[in-house]
T-cell receptor, first 116, second 111 residues
Framework: GAVVSQHPSRVICKSGTSVKIECRSL??????MFWYRQFPKQSLMLMAT?????????EQGVEKDKFLINHASLTLSTLTVTSAHPEDSSFYIC????????????FGPGTRLTVL | EDKVVQSPLSLVVHEGDTVTLNCSYE??????LLWYKQEKKAPTFLFML????IEKKSGRLSSILDKKELFSILNITATQTGDSAVYLC???????????FGKGTLLTVNP
């Protein structure tokens, strides 16, 4: 099956710093990548959809200037949490979809962000 | 706006019991309904359902979709402690194939 990796798996940072999370599709070309956020005991909430080579589409209520998404190649998307605050502490998960089978999305293992 | 409602939100059973998890939905442009199991990390894929009435089965797990009544169920027979997890139902709809998740059902299987 298709494999998606995320790096780092866990990050702890100080308030005010920026954190970059990478999402890579290892054995297929991901035309679309999705970024989700999951707070404790809650479901996954879609933050944004990114298509390779174009600007990300953000869901309502998600600040695009705070959560910068770059999908520069067919195997890599990055999410940068700028000027992180404690309320940004969450589990961030990416998923990737190839062009061949539109309904299938493959999830990365997630990144646990803790902002002190 | 697409909507996914799961019930119950939590369930506690004993090993060997059979459980049925429910998922109802509202969608403007249905493509697929998916079930995931989430333990401590990212969700792992269980089933994708596209057509009504066709049961998908994998070991002790099975699932079926009813597109007329807009719901799906996930059955787990002879439950084991390793089945303890959050089970997520998700919908793919719209032109961008984005997933809308339900809140999940927390299943706890006690020995």
């Amino acid at each position: 099956g298709a494999v998606v990796s995320q790096h780092p798996s866990r990050v702890i940072c100080k308030s005010g710093t920026s954190v970059k999370i990478e999402c890579r599709s290892l054995d297929f070309q991901a035309t679309t990548m999705f970024w989700y956020r999951q707070f404790p005991k809650q479901s996954l909430m879609l933050m944004a959809t990114s298509n390779e080579g174009s600007k990300a589409t953000y869901e309502q209520g998600v600040e695009k200037d705070k959560f910068l998404i770059n999908h520069a190649s067919l195997t890599l998307s990055t999410l940068t949490v700028t000027s992180a605050h404690p309320e940004d502490s969450s589990f961030y998960i990416c998923s990737a979809r190839g062009s061949a089978r539109h309904n299938e999305q493959f999830f990365g293992p997630g990144t646990r962000l803790t902002v002190l | 706006e697409d909507k996914v409602v799961q019930s119950p939100l939590s369930l506690v059973v004993h090993e060997g019991d059979t459980v049925t998890l429910n998922c109802s939905y509202e969608v403007t442009n249905f493509r697929s309904l998916l079930w995931y199991k989430q333990e401590k990390k990212a969700p792992t894929f269980l089933f994708m359902l596209t057509s009504s009435g066709i049961e998908k089965k994998s070991g002790r797990l099975s699932s079926i979709l009813d597109k007329k009544e807009l719901f799906s169920i996930l059955n787990i027979t002879a439950t084991q402690t390793g089945d303890s997890a959050v089970y997520l139902c998700a919908l793919i709809g719209g032109s961008n194939y984005k997933l809308t998740f339900g809140k999940g059902t927390l299943l706890t299987v006690n020995p």
